[in-house]
T-cell receptor, first 113, second 114 residues
Framework: GENVEQHPSTLSVQEGDSAVIKCTYS??????FPWYKQELGKRPQLIID?????GEKKDQRIAVTLNKTAKHFSLHITETQPEDSAVYFC????????????FGTGTSLTVIP | DGGITQSPKYLFRKEGQNVTLSCEQN?????MYWYRQDPGQGLRLIYY???????QKGDIAEGYSVSREKKESFPLTVTSAQKNPTAFYLC?????????????FGPGTRLTVT
């Protein structure tokens, strides 16, 4: 089955700096890669996603890049703000398998004011 | 609030008792999922269902059971056979259509077994 690894497990940045979280996956057939943000005690919420036919996607201060050859994808947050502090999860999925998601272990991001 | 609800928010049980967690969605989604979340381990899939009256085991199904009698509902039973049931349980749903891959999560149930 698919195996998703996520690094780092914790990340602290100064407000205004950029944050980068990286994930690798093992199944070359995976074709959908979402990123979820989970604030303390709340449900995970989708912040951005990318499909395998695209190399990069951007939404305001958030961007995701995908390297299919190397089987890794990254989340980039620019101009970080204190409200970006949360746990971020990456996931990989392959159509035709019930849309089953395989999640990384999460990155706890702290933005220091 | 996303159209997917879980109840209760907190649940306390004694060891040896079965307990059922509720998950309901009004998004008309075909697929539903149950995840378990433990600190430092991300989300692990327990069971999932693509259509009514059908479900498959995920990576950690042992000690759990589910049913899918209605499209809107996907209850999870944590049985006494589950060795370490204390965790945060998340339900999710997805329409699984060609244009949408996203899974929508419920607010979660925190189960404590003593």
């Amino acid at each position: 089955g698919e195996n998703v690894e996520q690094h780092p497990s914790t990340l602290s940045v100064q407000e205004g700096d950029s944050a980068v979280i990286k994930c690798t996956y093992s199944d070359s057939a995976s074709n959908y890669f979402p990123w979820y943000k989970q604030e303390l005690g709340k449900r995970p919420q989708l912040i951005i996603d990318i499909r395998s036919n695209v190399g990069e996607k951007k939404d305001q201060r958030i961007a995701v890049t995908l390297n299919k050859t190397a089987k890794h994808f990254s989340l980039h947050i620019t101009e970080t703000q204190p409200e970006d502090s949360a746990v971020y999860f990456c996931a990989a999925s392959r159509r035709g398998t019930g849309n089953q998601f395989y999640f990384g272990t999460g990155t706890s991001l702290t933005v220091i004011p | 609030d996303g159209g997917i609800t879980q109840s209760p928010k907190y649940l306390f049980r004694k060891e040896g008792q079965n307990v059922t967690l509720s998950c309901e969605q009004n998004l008309n989604h075909d697929a539903m999922y149950w995840y378990r979340q433990d600190p430092g381990q991300g989300l692990r899939l327990i069971y999932y269902s693509q259509i009514v009256n059908d479900f498959q085991k995920g990576d950690i199904a042992e000690g759990y059971s589910v049913s899918r009698e209605k499209k809107e509902s996907f209850p999870l039973t944590v049985t006494s056979a589950q060795k370490n049931p204390t965790a945060f349980y998340l339900c999710a749903s997805s329409n699984g259509g060609a244009l949408s891959y996203e899974q929508y999560f419920g607010p979660g149930t925190r189960l404590t077994v003593t």
